[in-house]
């Protein structure tokens, strides 16, 4: 029975989200805590105690940079260094075991079962606490001789923006405008303080005009990253998930003007898309990988 059964790993900073998938069926999830002590070494021991059998296949979807040969390239949301978490996952359980970005996962999830199913070529951006994307291109998830192929949170819109200092060490990162934690950074840098993104997008939505020219402000920016990204893969479509757009059809038709607004001419069929699977996204892009490894 085994034979068709995989394990989705989703491993966030504050909690692990587990499912068991026979095929491309969620069967049952559930999660467990990360333990982030000891430059998380409790992480993994964790997962596998919460096991309750057996499966053909895991793959493990981490907050980091992965390299095509399983490598992750750190952590720091979990406390690991450069680690090869699935020699540890594959000694301990018996189970092969495969890694990927998380926002990979997410992608390979809403190209084959969400937002994005019926095109071969998305871009994924995941609008959370920061900007995470991952791209499939002709079916087939694009990695990058680093891994770190669709970091489009990083992609840099403005040097000079010394308001938007970026976690990475740079300025003016998308993600400095777009994430949740960017559009709150825009609204008090406007004389609006303390307001959680969720009011902040709610508040534009319902006609307050200075909340709405901050949200237009971070969909401005993310028209232009679409738009770059869009010259260089060409995909179908572009599909926006994450607590952001959580706004829905507001913030769709908002990206979507800036978009064109942008993009070069030939470009200007591509679809702007909500993403369906929310938190699931991870789990089963994980569940996907383990089967295939996104091909
Ligand atoms: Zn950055």
Redesign the pocket.
Known sequence: MENNRYYGIDVGGTSVKIGLFQGQTLLEKWSVPTDTSADGANILPDIIRSLPGPAAGAALAVPGAVLPDGTVNRCVNLGWGVCRPTDEFTARTGIPCRVLNDANAAALAEQRLGGGQGYESILLLTLGTGVGSGIVLDGRLLVGARGTAGEL??LCLDPQDAAAA???G?KG?L?QYASATGICRLAAQAGIPGLSCKQIMDGAAGGDARLEAVVDTACDALGRGIASACAIIDPEAVVLGGGVAQAGEYLRQKVQDAFERYAFHACLGTRILLATLGGDAGICGAALYAMDGGR
């Open positions: 949170g990083h970026c976690t990475c740079h990162c993600e």
